[in-house]
């Protein structure tokens, strides 16, 4: 069930069950996919106030941050253009005119109120460095900037958006190499907690890599918010950073892209429709971490 219709539908049911934040998760989906979805938005307000201020919310970070881009002199990089905007901050293209070189440059909000936050993203992107996730180069948490490896292709929302859904497909390609990051940072004790498709980029088709670490916490911390549309039902119930979340995001991740593959017709996109409902339903049903993932994906 996950045309708009069946999500509103699903979410209905799930409200008239009591089970508020497997509701706000369907309903938040519904949001994602169309913000003007008749009665959406007033359910979302409605059943969000219902589970009260002491539930973890999801922070908006996608359009609605409004960011003040550092001067030449305050950087050792030349901005070129804006190419993301978060609810944190956003991300430039750049040039490293000593090396020569592109980069992302991602730029923080608050520059020194936000230096905890980005000193924290940037130690555990390096410590968890390697197949699957973006390389940090420099970062100066005084001025609130992160140089990252610039990747030409975008993201997976970037493909979608720009209409060129066909080439996520096979999904197999990008999507087994995406749970086994996942498997990897699950297996240090950590939970990336915002798994998206503006958060898995293509350094080529074959080669995702996740990026923004900014909500990540060990396993079992408490939860720090995280995207609409992208947060499990049970971390919205409260409960404490988990893989499960994770695994969630990644069939969030598969959905919307089978939203576009789908009615391009094309072969094998039942099994991945089926894992994505694996992942999106209920949680004793999940695969329990990325290494489950894995074997579920092959």
């Known amino acids: 069930m996950s045309s708009t219709e069946g999500l509103v539908l699903a979410a209905d049911l799930y409200a008239s ?4 934040p497997r509701a706000v998760g369907a309903i938040e989906r519904v949001l994602v996919r169309e913000i003007g979805a008749p009665g959406a938005r007033e359910r979302h307000q ?9 539930r973890p919310a999801a922070v908006a970070r996608l359009d609605d941050a409004t960011v003040v881009a550092p001067s030449a002199g305050k950087s050792p990089f030349r901005l070129l253009r804006e190419v993301a905007r978060g609810g944190a901050g956003a991300v430039y293209e750049a040039e490293d005119e000593v090396l020569g070189r592109r980069i992302g440059f991602k730029v923080y909000h608050g520059r020194g109120g936000d230096r905890a936050h980005l000193t924290r993203e940037v130690r555990l992107a390096a410590a968890l460095g390697g197949p699957g996730v973006v390389r940090v180069f420099d970062a100066d948490p005084e001025e609130g900037w992160i140089a990252l490896e610039w990747i030409a292709r975008g993201s997976v929302r970037d493909v979608l958006r720009a209409g060129d859904a ?48 900014g909500l990540a916490r060990p396993r079992g911390a408490p939860s720090a918010g995280g995207s609409p549309g992208y947060v ?6 409260g409960r404490a950073s988990d ?15 089978l939203v576009y593959l789908e009615p391009l017709g094309g072969e094998g996109l039942a099994p991945w429709k089926e894992l994505s409902l694996l992942c999106l339903g209920p949680d004793e049903d999940r695969p329990p971490d990325g290494a489950a993932l894995v074997r579920a994906a092959r």
């Open 17 to 20: 069950l009591g089970q508020l």
């Open 46 to 54: 409605r059943w969000r106030a219902a589970l009260g201020a002491d």
């Open 166 to 213: 066909a080439a996520l497909a096979p999904i197999a390609r990008w999507a087994r190499p995406l749970a086994r990051a996942l498997a990897r940072i699950h297996e240090r004790g950590y939970v990336h907690a915002d798994v998206k498709p503006a958060n898995v980029l293509l350094r080529n088709l074959g080669e995702p890599v996740l990026t923004d670490f």
């Open 232 to 237: 499990s039902p049970e971390r919205l119930a």
């Open 243 to 257: 893989p499960r979340d994770d695994i969630y995001g990644f069939g969030r991740v598969l959905e919307d892209v």
